[in-house]
């Protein structure tokens, strides 16, 4: 043999045997199981928890006190037009309060007391200071909203309890006599 015979190329060995998969016993079977009853019954009760204390939106009282009802003059007072968007309005057989929200597409008009009406700015519905409708798109007459008196005279009003119709708008507790 001389010194530049070519070396023997490495002949692999067959690789070492895998450890044998450990068996699945019984008991691996039952924790098992548990286990995913375990989940299923967490995920329930979290999902009745949840179902208990749902997504409530705590607006503002549309409850609000307007202030002594005697101290409304004859006619439309905007006092409360910016703050809570109701006119209140005074005749001679007592009181009433209109939510200013054109029932139209729900801009907000303005009282003409030159014209005695209120005009919606942004499609011409006109409104009557009954709250009629006597021009323009608007569907439906103006809502009223309810009215009552406190034990020391304020006047009570409720954006939340509305009425529109002839009839039952002008009774309580949508108007409110005053002597
Ligand atoms: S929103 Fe008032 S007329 Fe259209």
């Known amino acids: 043999m ?3 015979a070519p070396t ?3 002949v692999p060995q067959p690789a070492a045997p895998a450890p044998a998969a ?20 967490g995920a329930s009760a979290a999902a009745t928890a949840r179902f208990m204390f749902p997504n409530v939106i705590y607006e503002p ?15 439309v007072s905007i006092k409360f037009l910016s703050e809570q968007r109701v006119w209140i309005i005074r005749n001679e057989k ?33 409104y009557t200071i009954a709250g009629d409708v006597i021009a323009g798109p608007a569907p439906r007459p103006l809502w009223r909203c309810k009215v009552e008196l406190s034990a020391k005279g304020d006047l009570i009003i ?8 002839p009839g039952k708008r002008e009774l309580a507790p949508y108007f409110l006599e005053m002597a």
């Open 2 to 4: 001389t010194d530049n």
């Open 8 to 10: 023997p190329a490495p």
């Open 22 to 41: 450990k068996p699945i016993t019984r008991a691996d079977f039952l924790w098992t199981g548990w286990a995913m009853l375990a989940a299923f019954f």
């Open 61 to 75: 009282s549309q409850k609000f006190n307007a202030g002594p009802a005697k101290s409304y003059d004859l006619g």
């Open 94 to 126: 007592g009181i009433y309060a209109m939510w200013a929200r054109c029932t139209h597409l729900g801009c907000t008009p303005n009282w003409w007391g030159d014209q005695n009406r209120f005009k919606c700015p942004c499609h011409g519905s006109n």
């Open 158 to 165: 409720d954006k939340a309890v509305l009425e529109d119709l």
